[in-house]
């Protein structure tokens, strides 16, 4: 029990902000009230990250991130769907097929990262974030009210690995995932909604990574609301 509560609080904490703060506050008081909340979406490319820790080392699997990546942003727009946004995934293809949307979005990614580096749920509430000029020229380019930046983080730990980690620290088993919905007319940041799911330690099947990621994208939308 001492293990595995130890190994949630990590994987919480591996969270931009605590799950807590999220839950509490998740989005500005005018997206609440639905004054600022947008009816249709653009999913950017997920930022994922899979890693297997194995007994002798870490190993990140590009491959796999990419997978369950675009995996995640598919069921991140099932679930908008379901709340009534309209929804488009900007995938790759259609990135690297369009110079002009390539710059866009990668513009709109720095300052994204860049205004989160000081993210604080207060400062979300006082909308005192802003993601500049690039997040409302790209939202502009694709016609949509607001862009979703999102990341995935998936650790794969066996369990010689775990009982190590449990009492040396290190990497543990867990899935966390973050959406940041940013206004595509002010560039101001309106919702930021995070989920958490403990992972037990072992090796884990394609079928049960893919059920993972469903769940954590599922928890991540359910703050949304319709």
Do not use: W
């Amino acid at each position: 029990m001492r293990f595995e509560i130890r190994t949630l609080v990590l994987v919480t904490a591996a969270c931009a902000v605590s799950s807590t703060a999220l839950a509490a506050r998740p989005f500005t008081e005018e997206f609440a009230s639905g004054a600022t909340r947008p009816g249709s979406i653009a999913i950017l490319p997920v930022e994922a990250t899979i890693v297997r820790a194995k007994v002798a080392e870490t190993q990140g699997l590009v491959d796999e991130s990419v997978v369950y990546g675009e995996l995640f942003a598919e069921q991140l727009e099932s679930h908008m769907t379901g709340k009534a946004y309209t929804v488009q995934i900007v995938d790759p293809v259609r990135i690297n097929a369009d110079p002009k949307l390539q710059e866009y979005v990668v513009d709109a990614n720095r300052a994204y990262d860049e205004m989160m580096s000081g993210y604080r749920p207060k400062k979300l509430r006082r909308r005192e974030l802003n993601a500049g000029d690039s997040t409302r020229l790209l939202a502009d380019y694709l016609g949509v009210d607001a862009i979703a930046f999102a990341t995935l983080n998936m650790t794969i730990t066996p369990a010689g690995k775990a009982i190590v980690s449990a009492l040396i620290g290190g990497a543990t088993s867990g899935t966390n995932a973050m959406m940041g919905l940013v206004s595509g007319s002010t560039g101001t940041p309106e919702a930021v909604l995070c989920g958490v799911n403990f992972v037990p330690p072992g090796d884990l099947t394609d079928a049960q990574m893919q059920a993972e990621v469903v769940q954590v994208g599922e928890r991540t939308a359910n703050g949304l609301p319709p």
